[in-house]
């Protein structure tokens, strides 16, 4: 399974585009990159999911370049609401017996 | 649809007691899982399991057993608890082979745990 390094915390403030980078320079060919939010005292929640170039949905982005080994989530305009520790994740849980690894996270706080 | 319910919410043990944490989820998923957190670190996986009548050991196993005699249950036991154990319990469910949404789980509430 490929390990994931992001940084341990971030700040930002209401209003602003937050980019968080993770690094994965032993993703396999078949790997999936995945990301997950997690609010205090909740269960994390699935965000998105790339494997190359840019995935947008109606919550964030994600930039992947072509050797992909790292992956770069964006939050567009952050809100009080998406302070959260968030996860990212590579492997392809199908090909790996139906096993997800998470890391320690980034915990993002956002200020008003 | 209730989605993925987790019982109880909270419990005390005392070291040496045992008990059955409850994982249901009513979305006929495959894959089941045990995770812990504690505190200011991600979650680790304990065990999980592929199908009815299938378990797998993750990360941390030591201390913990499962069952999944039903596909919508997975139960995880504490035979004889110790304060490192004290935490808070995830239990995710996944269905298999979704392409671009291959690795969403979907999270209970979670069990917070302490043991004295």
């Known amino acids: 399974l490929a390990k994931t390094t992001q940084p341990i915390s971030m700040d930002s403030y209401e209003g602003q585009e937050v980019n968080i980078t993770c690094s994965h320079n032993?993703?396999?060919?078949?790997?999936?990159i995945t990301w997950y939010q997690q609010f205090p005292s909740q269960g994390p929640r699935f965000i998105i999911q790339g494997y190359k170039t840019k995935v947008t949905n109606e919550v964030a982005s994600l930039f992947i370049p072509a050797d992909r080994k790292s992956s770069t989530l964006s939050l567009p305009r952050v809100s009080l609401s998406d302070t959260a520790v968030y996860y990212c994740?590579?492997?392809?849980?199908?090909?790996?017996?139906?096993?997800?690894?998470f890391g320690q996270g980034t915990e993002l706080s956002v200020k008003p | 649809n209730a989605g993925v319910t987790q019982t109880p919410k909270f419990r005390v043990l005392k070291t040496g007691q045992s008990m059955t944490l409850l994982c249901a989820q009513d979305m006929n998923h495959e894959y089941m899982y045990w995770y812990r957190q504690d505190p200011g670190m991600g979650l680790r996986l304990i065990h999980y399991?592929?199908?009815?009548?299938?378990?797998a050991k993750g990360e941390v196993p030591d201390g913990y057993n499962v069952s999944r005699l039903k596909k919508q249950n997975f139960l995880l036991g504490l035979e004889s608890a110790a304060p490192s154990q004290t935490s808070v319990y995830f239990c995710?469910?996944?269905?298999?082979?979704?392409?671009?949404?291959?690795?969403?789980?979907?999270f209970g509430p979670g069990t917070r745990l302490t043991v004295l």
């Open positions: 399991s592929v199908g009815e009548g299938t378990t």
């Open positions: 995710a469910s996944s269905p298999a082979g979704r392409g671009d949404r291959d690795n969403e789980q979907f």
């Open positions: 994740l590579v492997g392809d849980m199908d090909n790996q017996g139906g096993k997800l690894i």
């Open positions: 032993n993703i396999a060919t078949n790997d999936y």
